[in-house]
C-alpha cells in the first residue's frame, strides 16, 4: 500500500519521543515538488557537499534537507553518488568543500563514531555484521556510550555492570523484535543474507538513533524476508524515527516512502512524494538511461503483449 498521509494506521500517532507521525508527513503536502525544496522541520541540511575522486565529482549537492518524522528514499541509477554522500553525511569519508547539519549541529568535522553517538545510525550495503561474534555480541557492539570503554569506568564496575545489563535487556528486545532471539549464540557469520540484515538493522537500534540511514536494505534478501523488513522500516518511523534510505527495489520505494530524492551524476535532480518522482520523466531518463535492471510496469507489459497479440493477428490474417 503506498505510504500516502491518509493512511489510518499512523495518523494522528504521537509517540514516545514526542514526534506526530501523522503530522510529519501531512506536512510534506506543501513541500515543492523540486530538488533542495525547504522542508518544514529538517533533521539533516546539506549545503554545497562535494567529493571528487580524482577528475571525477562523485558527489555535488547543492542543497538538501530531509524531513524529520517520515521514510525518505535516496535513489538514482549506479554510480549516482548515493553511497558516496551517505558515507560523507555519516562522518565515513570527508568532502572536498560543503557543510551538512544534524539537529542544527554541524557535523564538518564529526568523525563517524560521534556521529552515532548524536543519533544518526547507518548500515552498509554489504553488511558488515562481525562473522566471528555471536549475534549477541554483535549487539552488544550496537551500544553506544557504554561506560565500560573507559579505564576511569572500569573503576566502578557495579555501574558498567548496570550499563550491560540493559544493554543485554535492549538487544533482547530487539532480538526478539526481529526474530532473530533463538540465533542469540550462533556465529553472525552462520546467518543467511536477509537475517545478517536484519542483525543489522537491529544493531543500529542499540544505539537509540533519531536517525537510521540503511543503504541497500533489500538487496539480497529472499521475497520472504522482505515482507518482514518492509515492516521493520515503517515500524522505524511509526515509533517516532526519521529513515533515509537507498534502494533500486522500486516497489519497496513506492511502498513505504513518503518522500523520494533522486540524485544523478552527484546531482539532486528531482523531489517528492513516491507516485510524482517516478512518473517524473526526468527521472525515468536518468533510471532507464544508466540502470538495467529496473522493472516494466504493468502498464508497459500489457502494451507489449497488445503489440504481439496485434502481430500475431496481423499475420493469421495475411493470404498464404
Ligand atoms: N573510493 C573511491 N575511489 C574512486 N572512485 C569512487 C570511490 N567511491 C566511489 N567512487 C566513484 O564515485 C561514483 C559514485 O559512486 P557511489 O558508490 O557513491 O554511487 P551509488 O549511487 O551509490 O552507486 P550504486 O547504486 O551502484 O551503489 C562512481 O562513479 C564510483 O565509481
Redesign the pocket.
Known amino acids: 500500500m503506498p505510504a500516502d498521509a491518509s493512511d489510518s494506521t499512523t495518523v494522528e500517532v504521537q509517540n514516545e519521543t514526542g514526534v506526530d507521525i501523522g503530522a510529519a508527513r501531512r506536512a510534506l503536502g506543501d513541500v515543492a515538488h523540486e530538488p533542495g525544496s525547504k522542508k518544514p522541520d529538517p533533521i539533516v541540511v546539506a549545503d554545497g557537499v562535494r567529493r571528487m575522486?580524482?577528475g571525477?565529482i562523485?558527489?555535488d549537492v547543492e542543497h538538501v534537507e530531509i524531513q524529520r518524522g517520515v521514510i525518505t528514499a535516496l535513489i538514482?541509477?549506479?554510480?549516482?553518488?548515493?553511497?558516496?554522500?551517505?558515507?560523507l553525511l555519516t562522518g565515513f569519508d570527508r568532502p572536498d568543500a560543503g557543510e551538512w547539519s544534524f539537529n542544527g549541529t554541524s557535523l564538518g568535522k564529526v568523525p563517524a563514531y560521534k556521529v552515532a553517538r548524536m543519533g544518526m545510525v547507518r548500515t552498509f550495503?554489504l553488511t558488515k555484521v562481525l562473522s566471528k561474534l555471536t549475534v549477541m555480541e554483535n549487539m552488544r557492539v550496537g551500544a553506544t556510550g557504554q561506560k565500560g570503554e573507559k579505564l576511569r569506568s572500569a573503576m566502578f564496575a557495579p555501574l558498567w555492570r548496570g550499563q550491560e545489563n540493559a544493554n543485554t535487556e535492549r538487544a533482547n528486545g530487539l532480538l526478539e523484535r526481529f526474530l532473530l532471539i533463538k540465533k542469540k549464540d550462533d556465529f553472525a557469520g552462520s546467518l543467511s543474507g536477509g537475517q545478517r540484515k536484519l542483525l543489522e538493522m537491529a544493531r543500529a537500534l542499540m544505539a537509540d538513533p533519531e536517525l537510521v540511514m540503511l543503504d541497500?536494505p533489500m538487496a539480497g534478501v529472499n521475497p520472504a524476508l522482505k515482507q518482514s523488513l518492509l515492516g521493520h522500516v515503517k515500524s522505524l518511523r511509526d515509533e517516532g524515527r526519521s529513515v533515509l534510505f537507498?534502494e533500486?527495489d522500486m516497489d519497496m520505494v513506492r511502498d513505504i516512502s513518503d518522500w523520494v530524492i533522486v540524485?544523478a551524476q552527484?546531482k539532486i535532480v528531482a523531489e517528492g512524494p513516491p507516485d510524482a518522482v517516478m512518473a517524473d520523466q526526468r527521472v525515468i531518463d536518468a533510471y532507464l538511461g544508466a540502470h538495467h535492471d529496473t522493472d516494466i510496469s504493468e502498464e508497459q507489459e500489457e502494451q507489449i503483449l497488445a503489440a504481439a497479440e496485434a502481430e500475431i493477428a496481423a499475420k493469421q490474417e495475411e493470404p498464404q
Open positions: 575522486f580524482g571525477l562523485a558527489v538514482g541509477p549506479n554510480g549516482a553518488g548515493k553511497t558516496t554522500f551517505f558515507n550495503q541497500e537507498v533500486h540524485m552527484g
